[in-house]
């Protein structure tokens, strides 16, 4: 098995990267980062859910993820296979959604999945050229106890906005 470079090296970083700012555009709803992660040319295959662009899946979560209370994505295990401009990885991720069932208690859902991307880099920039998330099981459970508030927002006022920007200044 050859070396690595540091040129795969910085490519992985930048892939691990954009694939924190997806996770997190989805749970900020933060559109424009969401649209970032993805060249604006790149199909999203979600199955049942969606299949069409990134920027259009961005579009869609929108809207179905703003009536629900809370969500987090979390990435589990990421790989990452580099070839000069162009990329795969695989990352599975786990998604709790936090809503208000009708009749007005607390429901979670929990999904457990992967996406499988296909990355190139354009004009210096990595971002997705083709996703495909692989579902793999899903359950829905009420809500019995909620110990403590919810402290974060999904939008640019939660606080982590201002640590990114303090940072960046």
């Not at 936090?98 to 990355?119: E, I, N």
């Not at 998330?133 to 009420?142: A, E, G, I, S």
Request: net charge negative; with cysteine; charged share 25%.
């Amino acid at each position: 098995m050859p070396a690595i470079t540091l040129d795969e090296l910085l490519a992985k970083d930048a892939i691990r990267e954009r694939l924190h700012d997806y996770v997190r555009a989805m749970d900020c709803i933060d559109d424009d980062l969401g649209r970032s992660v993805f060249h604006a040319d790149a199909p999203a295959d979600y199955g049942d859910i969606y299949r069409g662009t990134g920027h259009g899946f961005i579009d869609f979560v929108h809207v179905a993820h703003v009536g629900m209370l809370a969500h987090q994505h979390q990435l589990g295990s990421i790989g990452i296979v580099v070839n000069g401009d162009r990329a795969a990885s695989e990352a599975y991720v786990t998604v709790t959604l936090r809503m208000k069932a009708p009749d007005g208690t607390l429901q979670d859902s929990r999904s457990h999945g992967r996406y499988l991307d296909q990355w190139e880099k354009r004009d210096g920039r990595w971002a997705i050229s083709a996703r495909r998330y692989v579902h793999l099981f899903d359950d829905l459970y009420p809500v019995t106890l909620q110990q403590f508030p919810t402290e974060g927002s999904r939008s640019p006022g939660d606080p982590s906005y201002a640590l990114f920007g303090n940072m960046r200044s």
